[in-house]
């Protein structure tokens, strides 16, 4: 059998198709503050200015199979700072979506096709059923062991529920008690909420391969279930690309959705307003030190300044204001940390560590002990950094400060609380 | 889209339509007088400023030389060019415009300057001088460091393109016979093209600053005095600046470097970040579709990616800038403003628009296009009548400057702002 190869696009050609009336990649002043401010720029010798200068110069067939789309997170960074506006992820998708199946990373594939595997749309392949038990299995567990929650519920597949509520494979497939803390939550607040066994994991790996079709396939399967439900708001939880891709993709596609797309921390931060999650900052009697990692993905991508305030918001109900220290830069212009874009399954560690080095850097000078961040991308990436440029700092998803500003974590799901935390519950 | 969403609705007293220089100092002069403000604009060119505020650098009609004395500047402009935006402020508001802008920067963390009496000679990474009246704290060590001519090395670095040391001394050499230059490696960077966004926000660790003052210490030798591209933080670079200082125990300052430049990243940054905080309702990176004066205001209407958004204000200030940002689009029939169809002051035909020769001293007619407002700055309309009472501009979509020429750019943006916000505080009235 012989080797695919990677067929050459005409990138100036499709730009032209792609961009609305009156936009061109031509009007780019070559300045380079897309460059200057990409964490990807220099990674196989390329950088975003590079890349339109080249499309622009008709250098197709180097831009076609330049690895460089593959440490590009899509993160639109470039397109944020840009004076003229232009969207250079555009070609990278594009660009991504050329490659023949067997050339791509091998990783970001199996993930996409393990979502197309089973009705769970789940990036692990976990099955239908198999969610279905864990949930259940899980539950039974919390409600024998922490008398509190004794009448806890984890709804499925429940008619008319206000909340279809989104998981990410993760947690049931490999950290199953850290699903606790939300259900906790929900149970505070006395949300109307439900799990589908259908279609309930988050995470979207088939936009990421430049499989738009299956991509399409996935978006399709997730509002179908929430319509079948009748539920009023698809809540994203603690995940940042299934956001992205649910609503680009319902407007990309066309879809016909009879619900809203939600965010998890716009309800936390409202919960906490109505005073329906009453959290404080009283546990943290040592100051200990908090940054939030604004993901790409909900708020440059997404929401933008909104859920970046609600985020900030939240997070000094939890922590003391005074404890709270923001990354530099921030919010809207924040840096990717280079978990996004399928890097971390794209198995170029070496490339998405150099990435990280920024986003390293950031968490750096803020001196801050956790960083707390809504997106499980960031969450692995941003430990793995710490990790590797040997960093002292701890991750935690809001859901496990939230129960320990109330009280209610129990002992299984204190994973990632460092001794310092662990001392203050 | 068959998506549920909600149309967003913002109301304020006065809605501030761009996100430059004239916009952001609009913004904060609303701010001073309590009013509230939304403000509207894509990213702008503020991220390419050097970060010298000037005031006027260079006289029409020919800009020879460049001038010492700013305010003898502008009366001399109100002799010959008594139309130039400048000439129609009084002094002392031009002064109290910038020193409230300047302090306003400084309280937000980047410190300038105060206004004078006289222009400095801001360093170029050409190793030109450029006349200006307010400077980065960062950079003042450099023209104190020229006027008096001590040793001085300017430090490049390995991989940093637009900022050359040994450009900076050939150019100044003369003048400056002490001047020398060298080249480092900057800490933990990859090979390869570095840029300063990169650099600066690397030293807000304290770590590589630790590193950087070591190699900084050894190549300046015995030199007391080092000047280095303007790399020296983001967010917080008077305190970058002073650490290194004490690590390396030398005066160290900064030089900006060719675009895209940290001084004007960081200003962008910090208007991003503070003045929603400060109360102002802030939508960058989105230029508005649609603007109509109803009765005792204006509604503007823009799209983000979520849907439409509109803002109704009692005022609005248009500082829309020039060809680059949009305020003034260029075409075959001439020189046009998008939003409202103002008339613009131009050349009566294409031809007339540039000189022989690009660099001409004496600039180009088509840079002094713009359009024309009254002596309250209200754009007027075809007849020679405000356009509205209730609409304002300021910035360099002001006709009757050449702002590149004359180095009067933040001189007309933060005069020209004061003025406008000034007229809309009566109006509100």
């Known amino acids: ?302 929401y933008g300044e909104s859920i970046a305030e609600d985020m900030r918001f939240v997070t000094k109900s939890l922590v003391g204001e005074e404890n709270f220290i923001d990354m530099q830069p921030n919010r809207s212009a924040n840096y990717c940390c280079g978990g996004g874009g399928g890097f971390l399954q794209a198995g170029m560690t070496e490339h998405r560590r150099t990435y990280g080095k920024r986003k390293f850097d950031q968490i750096a000078a803020t001196g801050a002990s956790y960083v707390l961040t809504p997106c499980h991308n960031c969450h692995s990436q941003i430990e793995d950094i710490g990790h590797h440029y040997r960093g002292s700092y701890g991750v935690v998803h809001f859901w496990t400060l939230i129960c320990l500003s109330l009280g209610i974590l129990g002992e299984n799901e204190r994973t990632y609380l460092g001794p310092d935390l662990l001392e203050c519950i | 889209m068959c998506m549920s969403e909600e149309d967003r609705h913002f109301s304020a007293e006065l809605a501030v339509i761009g996100t430059g220089l004239a916009g952001f100092a609009a913004s904060i002069f609303a701010l001073k007088r309590n009013i509230k403000t939304a403000q509207v604009g894509n990213t702008g060119a503020v991220a390419y400023t050097t970060g010298y505020l000037d005031l006027l650098g260079s006289l029409a009609p020919d800009y020879l030389a460049s001038i010492e004395d700013p305010w003898q500047g502008i009366e001399q402009l109100r002799d010959s060019h008594p139309r130039h935006p400048l000439c129609r402020i009084p002094k002392d508001d031009i002064f109290t415009a910038f020193e409230q802008f300047t302090s306003f920067l400084g309280k937000c963390g980047i410190a300038y300057t105060p206004p004078g009496e006289f222009n400095v000679s801001g360093l170029t990474p050409a190793g030109t001088l450029k006349p200006t009246l307010c400077v980065p ?114 005066q160290i300052f900064e030089i900006p470097t060719m675009p895209p430049s940290v001084p004007g990243i960081r200003l962008r940054e910090m208007f991003e970040q503070l003045f929603p905080q400060k109360g102002v309702t802030l939508i960058p990176q989105q230029k508005v579709d649609r603007l109509v004066f109803i009765e005792n205001g204006a509604q503007l209407s823009l799209n983000d990616s979520f849907g439409p958004i509109s803002i109704h204000a009692k005022s609005v200030i248009l500082a829309t800038g020039r060809f680059l940002s949009g305020g003034l689009k260029a075409g075959v029939d001439g020189v046009s403003e998008p939003l409202l169809k103002l008339p613009v002051t131009q050349p009566d035909s294409r031809r007339e628009w540039y000189r022989e020769k690009y660099t001409d001293r004496r600039g180009h007619a088509v840079n002094s296009a713009g359009i024309e407002v009254d002596s309250s700055f209200r754009p007027l309309d075809n007849h020679g009548r405000p356009y509205s009472k209730n609409l304002f501009a300021a910035g360099v979509i002001l006709a009757h400057q050449d702002w590149i020429r004359g180095r009067c750019g933040a001189g007309v943006a933060i005069a020209t702002a004061y003025k406008a916000v000034e007229e809309v505080e009566k109006l509100l009235k």
Not at chain 1, 152 to 179: C, I, L
Request: charged content about 25%; hydrophobic content about 40%.
């Open chain 1, 1 to 302: 059998m012989t080797e695919k190869t990677i067929p050459t696009l005409n990138f100036k050609e499709k730009a032209e198709e792609l961009l609305p009336e009156g936009a061109s990649f031509e009007a780019c002043l070559t300045c380079g503050l897309c460059s200057s401010g990409c964490p990807a720029s220099g990674i196989e010798n390329m950088d975003p200015r590079k890349f339109i200068r080249m499309a622009m110069l008709g250098m197709d067939k180097e831009l076609s199979t330049s690895k460089w789309i593959w440490a590009c997170t899509q993160c639109k960074r470039c397109q944020h700072v840009c004076p003229m506006s232009i969207d250079i992820s555009q070609l990278v998708f594009l660009a991504r979506s050329n490659w023949p199946r067997e050339k791509k990373p091998a990783g970001i594939v199996r993930s996409c096709q393990l979502i197309q595997s089973t009705d769970s749309t789940s990036a692990m392949g976990l099955p239908p059923e198999d969610f279905v038990f864990v949930v259940q299995d899980v539950l039974e567990e919390v409600r024998e062991q922490q008398p509190k929650f004794k009448n806890m519920q984890a709804p499925m597949d429940k008619k008319g529920a206000h909340f279809f509520v989104n998981q990410n494979s993760r947690e049931p497939m490999s950290e199953p008690d850290e699903m606790v803390p939300l259900w906790k939550i929900f149970d505070i607040v006395g949300a109307n909420w439900t799990y589908s066994s259908k279609a309930w994991a988050a995470e979207n790996f088939c936009m990421f391969s430049g499989n738009e079709e299956a991509w399409r396939e996935v978006i399709k399967k997730r509002v179908d279930a929430v319509n079948e439900l009748g539920c009023e708001v698809w809540l994203n939880t603690e995940c940042g690309h299934s956001y992205y891709t649910m609503w680009n993709g319902i407007n990309r596609f066309g879809m016909k959705a009879d619900f809203k797309l939600e965010s998890l921390v716009t309800y936390y931060a409202r919960w906490i307003r109505e005073g329906k999650l009453p959290v404080n900052s009283d546990w943290n009697r040592k100051n200990i030190t908090f940054t939030v990692q604004d993901p790409c993905m909900i708020v440059r991508k997404a």
């Open chain 2, 137 to 250: 704290a960062t950079m003042q060590v450099g023209s104190a460091a020229f006027s008096q001519k001590e040793p001085c090395v300017i430090i490049d670095f390995k991989g940093l393109k637009g900022f050359s040391s040994r450009q900076v001394v050939a150019n100044l050499k003369d003048r400056w016979p002490k001047l020398s230059s060298k080249r480092v490696e900057f800490p933990d960077m990859v090979s390869g093209e570095i840029y300063p966004e990169v650099m600066a926000r690397s030293l807000e660790v304290p770590a590589t600053r630790e590193k950087l003052a070591k190699i900084l210490a050894s190549a300046a030798g015995d030199v007391k005095v080092i000047g280095l591209p303007a790399i020296l933080g983001m967010h917080a670079p008077d305190l970058v600046r002073e650490e290194l200082e004490q690590l390396t125990g030398l």
